[in-house]
C-alpha cells in the first residue's frame, strides 16, 4: 500500500512539474555545459550569491526551461554587479539597432534584454543579456522550450556573449538556488548575501590603499614612466594623511582613481566601483575650444543649449576643467587627444563623481557668461526611466562599433575607386579574417585606387591577427625589434589578494634579467612580410581617434613607420612607443570590494623619438581633426570620414618628410616636459 502511494505521489509531482528538471535555456546544449559563474564564485571580486552565468555563441536561441508565462520583457544595462538601469523602450526584434538610449559612456552592446517568466511550478525565472525574440509580448504564455530570445551580452564587463539566469523558490520573490531545477549538483548556499558598505574606517582604508599601492610598486612595469618617484609618493602619503576616521566609499575612489591617473595607463581599470542613487542632471556641459557650454539638455531646458557658462557651485569653469583632468583615466602617457574628448562628452560625470562626491544630490547651479543664475535639479535614473537629452549624440558613440559590421569588420565599397574596411575589433576569428581577405583581393582585382581603414572606437585584441591584416596591404619587408619588460620573475606578494592568480603561480620563467634596467627583459625580433596571395598595393587611409587602442593602435603605428599609409583624425589612447599590456593582474581591495585591473607587461615596440613620434604620446595624425560639437552631433554625417574622402578627392597623401634621429633610451625630465608642451593641444 504505501508503495503505490509514493508512486502516485511521484507521478504527481512529475505532471506538475516540481521534480522534473528544467530544460537547459541555451539550444544545442545539456544542462550544466559553458557555466562560467555560479553561486558562491567571484566575478571580479563580487561574491555571486544566486548567479547562474552561462557562455554560448553570439544569436544562439535561448528557450523558455519550462512551462509559464511572460511577465516582464525590457532593456536593461548591467553595470555595476548590483545595479542595473532599466529602460521603457519597446522591445522590437525587427528594429534592434540599440540606437534607442542616451547612455553617456556606455557599451551600447551590453544593452540587452531581461525576461522574467512566472513558471507554472510557482517559481520566478529571470533571464537576462537576451537579444529580443519576435513573437514574445508580456503576458504570453509559453511552453518549455519555446524561444524567448536570442544570447547577447549581460554584464558590461564580461566581452563574451552569455547570459545570467536567476530562479527563485516557489512563493519567493528574491533569487534563490539556480542550479537544482536544471538538475544539477548546486553550489547554492542560502543568507550569503552581503551587502556592501557606504564606508570604510580608517584602518580599512588605510589597509586596501596599501595593498593597491604595494601592488603597482611590485608588479606595475614602468610605474615612473610618466610620473617621477618623489611626486608618486608624495601623492600618496597625501592621501593616507588626507584618510579620516570614517572615510565614504566616494573619497577613497577618488584617492584609487588619482594614484591611477598619476601612472597614466590605458590598459588599468577599477571594477566593482560602489554605486548609490544613480542620479543625472537634465542639462550636460560640454569643455570644448577653450569655453565650458551647456550641451545637451531636456526638451524644457532647450533655451539653455549653447550658453556659456562661467562658474559650476561657485567654481569657474577654467580651474574646474584642471581640477577634472586629474581624473581622466584610459590614456597613456601625455595623450592629448583623449582628455579633450573627454572633457567635451562626461565633463559633469567628472564633475559630480570626483568634484561633487558629497552631494549626492547632484543638482547644478550654473553661472552663465551673460550673469544669469539657473540651478538644475538632478534626478533618479532606473526603474524603467531613461532621460532624453538633445541633441542626440548616440551616433557618434557607436561609429565602427555597430551595424553591417556585427561580426567584426565592415567591408563595402564607397564608389568606383573608394573601398572601406571598418576593423572593430582584433579578436577577429579565422572565417572573419576569411571574409576582409577575400574583400582585399576582390578591390585589388577591382583596381580600387584607395582604401579607407576604420580603427575608430577599436580596442584591440589578438597581436596574431594585427600581423595578418598588416600583410594585407605590406609592401616590403621589414624586421620589428621589440622587447618586453617585467619586474620580477616567479610569483608576487600580491597574488595572495588576487582573483585570477594564487600564490606560487611562477610567471616570467623565459626573461632574462637586465642590469641597465634592473628588470627582466625578454626580445621579439619580427619579421613583417607582405601576403603573396592577399595583398592592396594602393593608398591606404587610416582613421583614428581617441578609442584608437592596444593593437588597433599598434596598426596604425606600423602603417606611418613604414610611410604605408596616411593617419587622418585624432591621436590614438595607447602610447606608440610603449604600452604595458599583456598578463593582467586582478587584484582585489578586501575591504571597498574595488578590482584593480592593471597589466604586469610592458611591451617597448621603438625607442627612437622625433617630431613624428614623440615621447609619451599616441599615434599622431598626419591630417588632424580636432573634436568638435559638429562631429559629435553628427550634424553633417560622420565628420572624420568626410575628411578622409575630401583628402583622397583632392589627391592629397604622404606629404611628411622622414626625420632621421639617433636611437635614445632615456630621455630626463626636461626633455619630456619640452615634448609634452609641444605637442600638447593647448589644454
Not at 254 to 270: A, C, E, P, W, Y
Not at 323 to 339: R, T, V
Not at 381 to 387: M, Q
Request: negative net charge; glycine residues 6%.
Amino acid at each position: 500500500m504505501k508503495k503505490h502511494v509514493i508512486l502516485l505521489l511521484l507521478s504527481q509531482m512529475f505532471f506538475l512539474g516540481i521534480s522534473q528538471n528544467y530544460i537547459w535555456p541555451i539550444v544545442g546544449k545539456n544542462a550544466g555545459d559553458d557555466i562560467i559563474y555560479q553561486p558562491q564564485s567571484y566575478l571580479d571580486g563580487n561574491l555571486l550569491y544566486a548567479d547562474l552565468i552561462i557562455r554560448a555563441e553570439f544569436m544562439t536561441p535561448v528557450v523558455a526551461p519550462t512551462d509559464g508565462k511572460i511577465d516582464s520583457y525590457y532593456y536593461t544595462y548591467q553595470d555595476a554587479y548590483q545595479r542595473s538601469t532599466t529602460f521603457g523602450e519597446v522591445c522590437d526584434w525587427y528594429n534592434d539597432s540599440l540606437k534607442f538610449v542616451e547612455f553617456g559612456d556606455a557599451d551600447i552592446k551590453h544593452i540587452g534584454v531581461s525576461a522574467k517568466i512566472i513558471a507554472k511550478d510557482g517559481r520566478n525565472i529571470w533571464i537576462s543579456g537576451l537579444r529580443p525574440c519576435d513573437n514574445i509580448i508580456i503576458g504570453k504564455s509559453v511552453k518549455a522550450g519555446d524561444t524567448i530570445g536570442y544570447v547577447g551580452y549581460y554584464y558590461n564587463i564580461i566581452n563574451h556573449p552569455c547570459i545570467n539566469v536567476k530562479i527563485s523558490e516557489k512563493g519567493m520573490t528574491s533569487a534563490g538556488d539556480p542550479m537544482t531545477p536544471f538538475g544539477l549538483q548546486t553550489t547554492f548556499e542560502k543568507n550569503k548575501n552581503t551587502k556592501r558598505a557606504s564606508s570604510l574606517s580608517r584602518e580599512q582604508a588605510v589597509e586596501d590603499y596599501t595593498i593597491l599601492v604595494d601592488a603597482l610598486k611590485e608588479g606595475f612595469p614602468g610605474l615612473y614612466d610618466y610620473v617621477s618617484e618623489e611626486e608618486f609618493d608624495d601623492y600618496v602619503n597625501a592621501q593616507f594623511d588626507g584618510f579620516a576616521e570614517n572615510v565614504s566609499m566616494e573619497i577613497f575612489e577618488r584617492s584609487v582613481m588619482g594614484t591611477l591617473f598619476k601612472i597614466k595607463d590605458s590598459h588599468t581599470r577599477v571594477y566593482n566601483l560602489y554605486e548609490e542613487n544613480p542620479k543625472t542632471n537634465l542639462v550636460t556641459l560640454s569643455y570644448i575650444d577653450s569655453s565650458l557650454i551647456v550641451h545637451r539638455t531636456v526638451p524644457a531646458y532647450s533655451q539653455y543649449q549653447g550658453k556659456k557658462v562661467k562658474s559650476v557651485d561657485g567654481i569657474d569653469s577654467d580651474s574646474l576643467m584642471k581640477m577634472l583632468k586629474d581624473y581622466i583615466q584610459m590614456y597613456d602617457g601625455y595623450n592629448q587627444s583623449g582628455i579633450e574628448e573627454d572633457l567635451a562628452v562626461m565633463f559633469d560625470s567628472r564633475y559630480s563623481r570626483y568634484i561633487q562626491y558629497l552631494e549626492r544630490n547632484h543638482d547644478l547651479t550654473l553661472e552663465f557668461e551673460d550673469g544669469e543664475t539657473q540651478t538644475f535639479k538632478a534626478e533618479s535614473i532606473g526603474g524603467g526611466k531613461c532621460i532624453s537629452l538633445k541633441p542626440y549624440i548616440k551616433d557618434w558613440y557607436i561609429i565602427n562599433r555597430f551595424g553591417p559590421g556585427l561580426n567584426g569588420a565592415n567591408m563595402k565599397n564607397i564608389n568606383d575607386s573608394i573601398a572601406y574596411l571598418g576593423i572593430q575589433t582584433f579578436d577577429l576569428k579565422e572565417k572573419q579574417l576569411d571574409e576582409v581577405a577575400d574583400f582585399i583581393k576582390q578591390i585589388s582585382r577591382d583596381n580600387i585606387d584607395n582604401l579607407i581603414i576604420d580603427m575608430r572606437n577599436n580596442f584591440g585584441g589578438n597581436v596574431e591577427v594585427l600581423n595578418k591584416l598588416y600583410s594585407f596591404i605590406a609592401q616590403e619587408d621589414f624586421q620589428h625589434e621589440m622587447y618586453s619588460m617585467v619586474t620580477k620573475k616567479g610569483d608576487f606578494d600580491f597574488f595572495k589578494y588576487s582573483t585570477n592568480h594564487i600564490i606560487g603561480d611562477i610567471l616570467f620563467d623565459d626573461y632574462q634579467y637586465d642590469e641597465n634596467s634592473s628588470c627582466y627583459v625578454k626580445c621579439h625580433n619580427e619579421v613583417y612580410s607582405p601576403d603573396t596571395s592577399v595583398n592592396y598595393c594602393g593608398k591606404v587611409y587610416i582613421i583614428i581617434n581617441e578609442s584608437t587602442m592596444s593593437a588597433a593602435s599598434s596598426f596604425a603605428g606600423m602603417v606611418k613607420k613604414q610611410d604605408r599609409g596616411v593617419i587622418v583624425g585624432r591621436e590614438t589612447g595607447t602610447a606608440y612607443h610603449q604600452m604595458k599590456a599583456l598578463k593582467f593582474e586582478k587584484l582585489f581591495l578586501p575591504n571597498s570590494s574595488y578590482i584593480i585591473n592593471f597589466p604586469l607587461v610592458k611591451i617597448v615596440a621603438d625607442t627612437v623619438y622625433n617630431d613624428l613620434f614623440p615621447y609619451g604620446r599616441g599615434v599622431m595624425p598626419d591630417y588632424p581633426v580636432r573634436i568638435s560639437l559638429e562631429e559629435i552631433e553628427c550634424r553633417n554625417g560622420d565628420k572624420v570620414l568626410n575628411y578622409a574622402l575630401q583628402l583622397i578627392e583632392e589627391n592629397k597623401y604622404i606629404e611628411r618628410t622622414k626625420i632621421e634621429t639617433v636611437v635614445e633610451q632615456e630621455l630626463d625630465a626636461d626633455n619630456k616636459d619640452n615634448d609634452r608642451s609641444e605637442n600638447g593641444f593647448g589644454l
